[in-house]
């Protein structure tokens, strides 16, 4: 039961991870529409909760809840580092196009992708961000 | 309004993380370590066997504590754990009257092994080093270091919910690791062992201040309780002390009375404390493991020594005293099996990568803003070199305690005491290495040389001791294993990281340092 919540966890930020335009890219080589977007993240809230449901199950209502707070964040770090450290799939058109999306000089995104858009926060956001740039 | 309120508490971050960052730095490194306490109790004594029996250790050092203390006022007796070396003794000694001068506290402790006799290992503090330092420190008087560490632990909390406040983009771009990008890799890099491990940081940071909070903060305990002993009394209870009879009588066996207080207390017995051994009124206290609960503070049970009759009980503590004693529980995380603790000690090490990761962007930021960076002012470069010294060498002086216990003669005089001066020693080292040497060179050599100490010490082990990496894996022994295979994967982090900063040449007009290892920093270095 806990090795199925640590799973169900790891699905979970997968699924948050797909759906954000230069993760999607990056790997499914596809920018996610704003529907799938949205069905993407209601299945990661519904496998957070099976996680939950599948730890507590596994490990009681004392340790149960802890545990799932570690998974959730192991599952995160793990996510994290696959995504960042394993390479992804040879790139198509749309593949190489990701590359220059992530380093900030891609082309500006459709207005369809506004809040998720890398390129916007990072490279074109007009507000300049004072605390974001503090150590 | 927003900008305002942000552009404050990102200075309230910036120097709340700093001035106390070194301290916090140490203070998380070894409390990570510390999570594996009893694992390296026993790898720090190799030549002892594993306790296969724990019920016939306990006979021997009731056995022990008969022949060798049968005069104490009062016996402890650690029960072994799976992990343990052996059950830990020892007693108070009954005062002289006149004469005799007391006895040292090497006298009044011992180490009872596997077999049940007294062992003779090497003379090491083992995992306890890290615990105790983790709120302690060392060389200094106990209530300076809690006062510290505790003050450190609250501009910690500051820092962390600033921090959120400051970065509060990091909950969007959480998954974003732009590497190879000078100050941009760096705060990604802070930001994601922040952010991945934040509930564990603020539980760590929150429930910390709580194990020291009745001394930060006395005010509740004063204005309640006028005498110190009876505040005591309500948190920890414990049976009447019963006077002396001065009629001897033989102790009952202590194995059926931890047998017995088991199924009372629901759980593995931890722990064995007997007052007056020897005497009718002798007393036996039974508490449960710490290991086998979330609350910190153990139920007990008490029986006559004599009889093997239970006399008391303790009380079901009340909500706050149970509330303090959890969250005491959450922090130590004694009562994790392996998988908790691996995911304590990676929540650490992340946190120590936070802590680091922050230290290091200070300079990283500033040094772009440098009018003249090859003379930066004095405050950039204490910050600069304190890095060196506190990130750099405080975790090769960790290295360098742990072949200490591998290197230093069993026989030595004091040879605990030496193993961590030997600490200190390497530590005053690196940071005169890192006062002297320019920090791009200190940097590499001080990582470097640490990830070589890590990972030659499991080839050690193999080579000169009886819990090399292959024998323990042929006789199904697999703390050994799990702890030299911990230092392989540190010493090649260590090393890669080293790589990087060696071969890091600044990119663009204004020279840099270091600026690029930020993956094999998330890959996991740092003690």
């Not at chain 1, 920018?31 to 996680?51: C, D, I, K, N, S």
């Not at chain 1, 990701?98 to 900030?104: D, E, H, I, Y």
């Not at chain 2, 003779?120 to 200094?140: N, P, S, W």
Request: charged share 15%; hydrophobic share 50%.
């Amino acid at each position: 039961m806990t090795a199925l919540g640590f799973l169900a966890a790891i699905g979970a930020f997968a699924m948050f991870a797909l759906s954000t335009d230069a993760h999607a890219l990056a790997r499914l080589h596809v920018r996610p529409t704003g529907h799938v977007r949205r069905r993407r993240r209601a299945a990661a809230w519904v496998l957070v909760a099976v996680a939950f449901a599948a730890i507590v199950a596994g490990r009681g209502w004392v340790y149960g809840p802890i545990l799932w707070v570690g998974a959730i964040m192991a599952a995160a770090a793990i996510v994290f580092l696959s995504l960042n450290f394993l390479p992804a799939a040879p790139g198509t058109a749309r593949g190489k196009q990701r590359s220059g999306v992530l380093a900030g000089s891609g082309p500006a995104s459709p207005p369809a992708d506004r809040d998720r858009g890398y390129d916007r926060r990072r490279g074109v956001d007009p507000r300049p961000g004072p605390a974001d740039r503090t150590g | 309004m927003s900008k305002g309120f942000r552009q404050s508490q990102a200075q309230l971050h910036t120097w709340s993380g700093l001035l106390l960052g070194w301290v916090l730095f140490v203070v998380f490194a070894t409390g990570t370590i510390a999570f594996w306490r009893e694992p390296l109790n026993r790898w720090m004594r190799p030549e002892l066997a594993r306790v296969e029996d724990p019920a016939g250790v306990l006979h021997g050092a009731q056995a022990f504590l008969e022949g060798s203390a049968g005069d104490a006022t009062t016996w402890f007796i650690t029960l072994p754990g799976v992990q343990a070396p052996g059950a830990q003794v020892f007693w108070i000694p009954r005062p002289t009257t006149g004469g005799a001068p007391a006895r040292g506290p090497r006298d009044t402790q011992a180490m009872i092994g596997a077999d049940g006799t007294a062992v003779a290992a090497r003379d090491t503090r083992g995992g306890e080093f890290f615990y105790r330092f983790h709120f302690d420190l060392y060389y200094m008087p106990v209530i300076y270091a809690r006062w510290l560490v505790g003050i450190a632990a609250m501009f910690m909390l500051v820092a962390i919910l600033s921090g959120i406040v400051t970065h509060k983009k990091i909950f969007r771009d959480f998954f974003t690791l732009r590497r190879a990008k000078g100050q941009r890799s760096w705060l990604d890099g802070h930001n994601a062992t922040a952010v991945l491990g934040l509930p564990f940081h603020l539980m760590m940071t929150y429930t910390g201040l709580v194990t020291l909070m009745a001394m930060l903060m006395p005010w509740a305990t004063v204005a309640n309780y006028d005498d110190e002993a009876k505040l005591f009394d309500a948190l920890f209870p414990h049976v009447e002390a019963v006077p002396r009879s001065g009629t001897p009588a033989p102790l009952v066996d202590l194995r059926p009375l931890v047998r017995d207080a088991e199924v009372r207390l629901g759980g593995p017995a931890g722990f064995v404390e007997v007052s007056e051994p020897g005497d009718a009124a002798a007393r036996v206290t039974v508490s449960r493991a710490p290991g086998s609960m979330l609350d910190s503070r153990a139920p007990k049970v008490t029986y006559d020594g004599v009889t093997g009759r239970p006399i008391w009980t303790s009380p079901v503590p009340r909500a706050a005293a149970r509330t303090a004693g959890v969250m005491v529980g959450l922090h130590a995380g004694r009562y994790g099996d392996l998988l908790i603790r691996w995911l304590y000690f990676l929540g650490g090490v992340a946190g120590t990568v936070m802590v680091a990761s922050g230290l290091v962007l200070w300079t990283v930021k500033r040094r772009e803003k440098l009018p003249d960076p090859a003379r930066p002012h004095v405050g950039f470069r204490l910050v600069e070199r304190l890095n060196v010294a506190v990130v750099g060498g405080f975790p090769f002086a960790v290295a360098c305690f742990f072949w200490a216990n591998r290197l230093l003669p069993p026989a030595m005089e004091s040879r605990a005491a030496w193993e961590v001066h030997c600490l200190f020693m390497a530590w005053v080292a690196a940071t005169l290495l890192a006062t002297t040497a320019r920090p791009a060179r200190a940097w590499a050599a001080l990582l470097g040389a640490t990830g070589a100490l890590l990972a030659l010490i499991p080839l050690h082990n193999i080579a000169f001791t009886a819990r090399g990496i292959f024998a323990s894996i042929a006789a199904g022994d697999w703390m050994p294993v799990g702890a030299d295979l911990t230092f392989l994967v540190f010493g090649a982090a260590f090393l890669a990281v080293a790589r990087r900063v060696a071969r890091f040449r600044p990119a663009g007009r204004r020279p840099r340092r270091t600026v690029a290892p930020t993956n094999a920093l998330l890959a996991e270095p740092a003690e």
